[in-house]
């Protein structure tokens, strides 16, 4: 018997909450969520018109290291995870768990970053092939790179849907660097994209221009990336963005990196925001891309539970996965 590539290095452990019975009218995430396995529910298997989640979760902090920031986001898939387990399930849709990915060889010369990312590139297409919605829990902002492996290798994407990536994030992340980072996934996309014959259609909401170069303005601009600055995210203009740009895509990856919020809001990030958009702005931003029916893939990207305050901002991390999946 062929044994499913879609299963993590790491196997997912019980999830756990405040207990208040169990019946679905006291239902918790922690409840809700089991394990993943070949033959886990079909997509709709709770509502015929939501596809199964599944949650896999990339402990790296490695393209952190190589991007000379805060280490300790490999420590957030289990951060997002124990803030998620509370919550109240209201979700129409089955939620899964694979698993983690772990990157645990910082060396440069054994890839294991690359490695790593190919890895849960497999899983994320495998996942994606099976008609679920998949969610990648990072790790530093490198989680993208392992998203964009796992989208890009998915059937919907090698049959020809186009791919809009969004991104809600205080930096482009398109630095031009001779080791992979953090800093550079979004090139690695372009560069890749352009292998494979087509433009990399990137769109940012939330870029900070004291916090990126002006090659990184150049490179955006010869990419045609589409951005907002942090100061032009009013709720009336990201609505605007946003819709424009769904418009221009069959299918959409969202990935999130949470030092895009207000350091107020998410202090446990790798580089906190003196700025940043505001928590509700983000929020509809989600509301928007669920309820679009292009949504695919997701990520979650930045947190370090070492400097999170109360843990707030895997707080806040859980409630945006909660309301995509919502």
């Given amino acids: 018997m062929e044994i499913s590539r879609a299963v993590a290095d790491v196997r997912p452990t019980p999830w ?39 949650v896999v979760g990339f ?5 952190v290291r190589r991007n000379k920031g805060r280490m300790g986001a490999a420590a957030a898939p289990a951060a997002i995870r124990q803030a998620l387990g509370p919550l109240a399930f209201h979700l129409d ?35 994606l092939d099976g008609g679920k919605l998949t969610v990648l829990l990072g790790g530093g902002h490198e989680t993208a790179f392992a998203s964009y492996l796992g989208v890009a290798g998915s059937e919907a994407v090698r049959g020809g849907k186009r791919l809009g990536v969004l991104n809600l994030d205080a930096h482009f992340d398109l630095r031009d660097e001779p080791v992979p980072s953090s800093g550079t996934p979004f090139l690695q996309m372009a560069r890749a994209e352009a292998a494979e014959g087509r433009e990399l259609n990137y769109a940012v909401v939330g870029i900070s221009e004291p916090n990126n170069t002006r090659t ?45 919020l207000p350091a107020s809001v998410a202090p446990g990030v790798s580089a906190p925001a003196a700025y940043g958009v505001p928590l509700p702005v983000i929020s509809a931003v989600c509301k928007q891309v669920a309820t679009s029916g292009k949504l695919m893939h997701l990520d979650v990207a930045e947190l370090n539970p070492e400097f999170d305050i109360d843990s707030r901002t895997a707080k806040v991390a859980a409630r945006l996965v909660n309301t995509l999946l919502g």
């Fill in 93 to 127: 849709r089955d939620v899964f768990d694979a698993g983690d990915v772990v990157v645990e060889d910082g060396s440069v010369e054994a890839g294991s970053l690359e490695a790593g990312q190919a890895r849960a590139g497999r899983v994320i297409s495998e996942l």
């Fill in 16 to 54: 756990t909450g405040r207990f208040d019975g169990d019946g679905d009218e006291h239902r918790r995430w922690w409840q809700a969520v089991a394990p993943h396995t070949p033959d886990a529910a079909a997509p709709g298997a709770r509502d015929a018109g939501s596809r199964a989640a599944v």
């Fill in 216 to 260: 990184l303005f150049n490179t955006a601009d010869r990419l045609g990336v589409k951005y907002l600055l942090d100061e032009e995210c009013s709720a009336e203009a990201v609505q605007e963005f946003v819709a424009r740009f769904l418009d221009s895509v069959d299918v959409l990856y969202l990935t999130i990196d949470l030092d895009v």
């Fill in 59 to 63: 402990r790296s902090d490695e393209g």
